[in-house]
Structure formats: structure tokens, C-alpha cells
């Protein structure tokens, strides 16, 4: 079974542009969760898609946005870029509402310079 | 929302030796699991322990629910188990899984 996927696995971006990143979750799994983990920081919440709608946002701007597909794959986009959203973005997936445990990808790791 | 504490924040072992790592959380949950993050970043699944006790190989964890902490055991460490293992949880109604700051494990030879 394959698991979490991501990609780009490396993104470099310039101070300004916009960012997008990939997941497709476990097959069967119906929740996708973002979390950023810039360096000093820890992890830190994102967005949380289930059934294609957004169900829960962390304390982020409104840059940051994604959506899920009917697939369950979704995207993460960071618009107007700026040099602290360096970071570690991993995705993960769950059955449903994250009762069962969630199960990461490998991330993306975002440069902006 | 839902604190959630781990210590100690930093271990060095000598190879062989065991450990025990604590996580502290303020509320009831529906989720704990334990992860360690590898050199590359990968956040690996190592326990979904919202309650009871687990042991895969040499790793064990215990959840006290009622008590509000879980304990994750190492024995016989390994080099290759150097590290960050973090501790997440949640409560209820699919809220968001929250980190801890995690614990940094060197393990030497």
C-alpha cells in the first residue's frame, strides 16, 4: 500500500511568487491535514481538508490556502511568498476526522529567497 | 486548546542503554500518538495510543488516560534511534493533532 505522497520533495521560490505543493493521501483515507515546521518552531497546524471541504485553519494568513480534490488529493498555496515561510510543509492523512491515527508524507521542504 | 508537554527536551545515551520519554496533556483525548522525526524530515508513525499499552520491538508506550500523560520506552538503543520523537494529541470530534516540542535523543557508541 502506498503512503503519503508529496511533491516537490525541494521547492525554491523568490520573495513575492507563489508556492504549491502536492499530497495525495493513503487510498481510502478521506482527511488531509497540513502542517508547517519552520526551523525554532515546532509544528504547527495548517488546514485540515475532509470530503472536499475545509473543516478546520490554523493561525495563518489568508495566503495560505489549498483545497482537496474528489480524488482526496489536495494542494497547499502560498501566495505572495515571504522569507519566513521557509519551512518543512508536511502533509498526512487519516480514515476520517483523525481518530485513527494520522500517517505522514516525506514533506517538502520550501525555500524562499 | 489542548497543551501538550514532553520531556526531558534533550537525552544522550550510550548504544544498549533504555529510556523513557514523557508527554504531558491538559485535556481528555481521542488521539495520542507518538512519532520520530528522522535527519531527512520524515515525521515516522511509531504508536496510536489514545489509551492501554502497545510494544513494537523494542519500543513500548503507555497512555494513563485518567491521569493525562503517556510514556514511550526505548530499550536496548541504537544509534540509528537518534532523533526527534514528538508526541502529538487531540481531543474530541476531530480537532487538530497538537505537537509538543518534542525530545532530541542522541544515541553513542
Known amino acids: 500500500e502506498a503512503g503519503v505522497t508529496q511533491s516537490p520533495t525541494h521547492l525554491i521560490k523568490t520573495r513575492g511568487q507563489q508556492a504549491t505543493l502536492r499530497c495525495s493521501p493513503i487510498s481510502g483515507h478521506t482527511s488531509v491535514y497540513w502542517y508547517q515546521q519552520a526551523l525554532g518552531l515546532g509544528l504547527q497546524f495548517l488546514l485540515w481538508y475532509d470530503e472536499g471541504e475545509e473543516r478546520n485553519r490554523g493561525n495563518f494568513p489568508p495566503r495560505f490556502s489549498g483545497r482537496q480534490f474528489p480524488n482526496y488529493s489536495s494542494e497547499l498555496n502560498v501566495n505572495a511568498l515571504e522569507l519566513e515561510d521557509s519551512a518543512l510543509y508536511l502533509c498526512?492523512?487519516?480514515?476520517?476526522?483523525?481518530?485513527?491515527?494520522?500517517?505522514f508524507g516525506s514533506g517538502t521542504r520550501l525555500t524562499v529567497v | 486548546g489542548i497543551q501538550v508537554e514532553q520531556s526531558p527536551p534533550d537525552l544522550i545515551l550510550q548504544e544498549g542503554a533504555n529510556s523513557t520519554l514523557r508527554c504531558n496533556f491538559s485535556d481528555s483525548v481521542n488521539n495520542l500518538q507518538w512519532f520520530h522525526q528522522n535527519p531527512w524530515g520524515q515525521l515516522i508513525n511509531l504508536f496510536y495510543i489514545p489509551s492501554g499499552t502497545k510494544q513494537n520491538g523494542r519500543l513500548s508506550a503507555t497512555t494513563v488516560a485518567t491521569e493525562r500523560y503517556s510514556l514511550l520506552y526505548i530499550s536496548s538503543s541504537q544509534t540509528t534511534d537518534s532523533g526527534v520523537y514528538f508526541c502529538a494529541a487531540s481531543t474530541g470530534g476531530g480537532n487538530k493533532l497538537t505537537f509538543g516540542t518534542g525530545t532530541q535523543l542522541k544515541v553513542e557508541l
Open positions: 498526512a492523512s487519516s480514515p476520517g476526522g483523525g481518530r485513527y491515527g494520522y500517517t
